[in-house]
């Protein structure tokens, strides 16, 4: 539906809103337990046309094929109840179509050459299998999202024979592979040539109108011109108002004007991975948690994918295992959509295979009690939603260049973050009042502590242990 949408005044927000907005000075107060009060946000309004299931959405990645033994999509379905207990709502699925064979990287293949757009890996299952996956994701209230490789397709795809024109050739006649890339296994896509376009576009209609998908996550978005994207987001919103979510390695936010929701917060990563590494960068982490785009974009926070997983190394590698309890509430807590990775909730030591047969060792659930503390307080408090449906970070300014602490405000709700991003123990004094309120979680380097008395007592925060971090919240 079109949503009437708020959000923070700025220059740069009213600069790109994308439908009629009309300015609203409306700054009310609520006050905290001890009577305290706090003021809300100066909000504008405008709309956007964005599916309302965005506002509480946390996306987990799924890797169908090394996430059971089986890699079947019957396999997966099994977890869906776990999934659904986790909390997460939005399942990402890498790409589930068939593999080229011709030109193929491994003994199975990257998901990412696909041989035909409108049919299914058979190594996951049957196009009615897949049907069946979705609707019993969406019958449990998941919202189910597709990864799209829009810039390129596999050596054997139908269009090589059918289509030659729709690829870019050298000056031979003969179809390239990405320039500036070892992406030998796929052939590069010509978007000069109309009739691709409108090919591409039918295809992404496909998966919307016969199977129900809730919108798409697309791989390498910069190599594909925007006003494609923005004709397909167009397209595909006359079905329904999906969700789209751009894998964009540049700094510009240009996508996020009509086409996409989401980006990536690439530079939020690096600044978490620097942080875990290097004493007193917690400045450059705020940097990056609240950022001007576009009105009503916002980004997707993340630890781990399946590029950083197996190219990267494992998340105890990249952040040290004591960190990701503080790591984690950064990426719940800032501006953002989260995401989860497959096998993040079982362990930090894992690393899986992209062209070979690998699997998940479920059992240990090591981290499922943090994620799903954290997938229950981003749903239950609205300061946390994302875009404009939730509040804008509000930096709590400190001495210590170790200690981030932020605020989001929303409809009397006040959500407070406290974190101190080293390994070592830190004093720290704050240049503002934090208020009281009730601690929601609560933990350091050892992990989640029993909350076994809610009420915040303020002195604890001036001593901080390390990775120590808190969320509160005041109403």
């Known amino acids: 539906m079109r949503k009437k949408v708020k959000s923070v005044v700025s220059v740069l927000i009213a600069a790109t809103m994308i439908f009629s907005m009309s300015a609203c000075e409306n700054k009310s107060s609520a006050k905290d337990s001890q009577g305290n009060s706090f003021t809300e946000d100066e909000v504008v309004e405008g709309e956007r046309l964005q599916a309302d299931w965005i506002d509480q959405a946390i996306i ?88 799209w490789v829009a810039n390129h397709t596999g050596w054997d795809h139908v269009w090589i024979e059918e289509h030659p024109e729709y690829y870019v050739k050298d000056e031979d006649g003969d179809i390239i592979f990405p320039l500036n890339t070892d992406w030998t296994d796929v052939a590069q896509l010509d978007y000069s040539n109309e009739d691709m376009r409108a090919a591409m576009i039918d295809a992404m209609k496909f998966w919307v109108e016969e199977v129900s998908v809730d919108g798409f996550r697309c791989d390498y978005a910069q190599g594909v011109p925007i006003d494609f994207w923005e004709r397909a987001r167009e397209e595909l919103d006359q079905v329904k108002p999906v969700y789209m979510l751009a894998e964009d390695g540049t700094s510009s936010s240009s996508m996020l004007n009509k086409a996409f929701d989401s980006d990536y917060n690439f530079a939020l990563y690096d600044a978490l991975k620097l942080s875990s590494a290097v004493p007193n960068s917690a400045d450059g982490v705020e940097d990056y948690i609240s950022i001007d785009l576009p009105y009503g974009a916002f980004r997707m926070n993340f630890l781990d994918n399946h590029d950083k997983n197996t190219y990267d190394g494992t998340l105890k590698q990249r952040f040290g295992e004591e960190s990701l309890g503080a790591l984690y509430t950064i990426v719940f807590t800032g501006e953002g959509i989260p995401l989860i990775y497959s096998g993040n909730e079982e362990d930090t030591d894992i690393t899986l295979e992209f062209f070979e047969k690998d699997n998940i060792d479920f059992g240990d659930y090591k981290y499922a009690d943090l994620l799903s503390a954290l997938c229950k307080i981003r749903k239950e408090n609205e300061p946390l939603y994302s875009g404009v449906a939730g509040g804008k970070v509000r930096m709590t300014e400190d001495d210590n260049l170790n200690v981030t602490a932020f605020e989001r405000v929303k409809n009397g709700k006040k959500i407070t973050v406290v974190v101190n991003l080293s390994g070592t123990q830190q004093n720290v004094k704050f240049n503002q009042k934090i208020s009281d309120g009730e601690v929601l979680l609560h933990g350091d380097a050892n992990g989640m502590k029993e909350i076994t008395e809610p009420m915040l007592k303020k002195s604890d925060l001036n001593t901080l242990s390390a990775w120590e971090y808190y969320i509160i919240v005041s109403q």
């Open 60 to 147: 987990y990645e799924v890797n169908v094929r090394q996430y059971t033994e089986e890699g079947t999509f019957a396999a997966f379905s099994e977890h869906l109840e776990r999934l659904q207990e986790l909390g997460v709502n939005t399942l990402w699925f890498m790409p589930v179509y068939s593999i080229s064979q011709v030109n193929k990287k491994g003994t199975l293949g990257s998901y990412y050459s696909i041989s035909d757009y409108k049919n299914i890996n058979e190594e996951f299952g049957t196009m009615e299998e897949f049907k069946e996956l979705v609707n019993k994701a969406h019958d449990m209230g998941f919202t189910v999202i597709l990864d």
